[in-house]
Nanobody, 122 residues
Framework: VQLQASGGGLVQAGGSLRLSCAAS????????MGWLRQVPGKEREFVGV???????YYADSVKGRFAISRGNAKNTAYLQMNSLKPEDTAVYYC?????????????????WGQGTQVTVSS
């Protein structure tokens, strides 16, 4: 499975961005797909996950502001980010695994996309 992330950019605080993560491979629709983010000097941080069965789960820091959805073919995951804050500034990564045991642990993911930079100005 190969993952291609896109959609990052610069936005003012309070604004919105939508990130996309396209997964290749015939079985990619069966994969759990997550979003994590990282700032320099810190560990990669869990943002949210979309399980292949349809449920989602989010970090407390983004709950109510971010939402993950899947395309009709379920091989694309979107991260809609609203009410962005400067502390949301990070490189955002999409990742996937056939079955996630612990979506909050970056080591649980088997496949990673390239990061996309999100910068929120105050």
């Amino acid at each position: 499975v190969q993952l291609q992330a896109s959609g990052g950019g610069l936005v003012q605080a309070g604004g919105s961005l939508r990130l996309s993560c396209a997964a290749s491979g015939r079985t990619s629709r069966f994969y759990d797909m997550g979003w994590l983010r990282q700032v320099p000097g810190k560990e990669r941080e869990f943002v949210g996950v979309s399980y292949s069965l349809g449920t989602t789960y989010y970090a407390d820091s983004v709950k109510g502001r971010f939402a993950i959805s899947r395309g009709n073919a379920k091989n694309t995951a979107y991260l809609q980010m609203n009410s962005l804050k400067p502390e949301d500034t990070a490189v955002y990564y999409c990742a996937a695994a056939r079955t996630l045991n612990d979506a909050t642990n970056s080591g649980s993911y088997d496949y990673w996309g390239q990061g996309t930079q999100v910068t929120v100005s105050s």
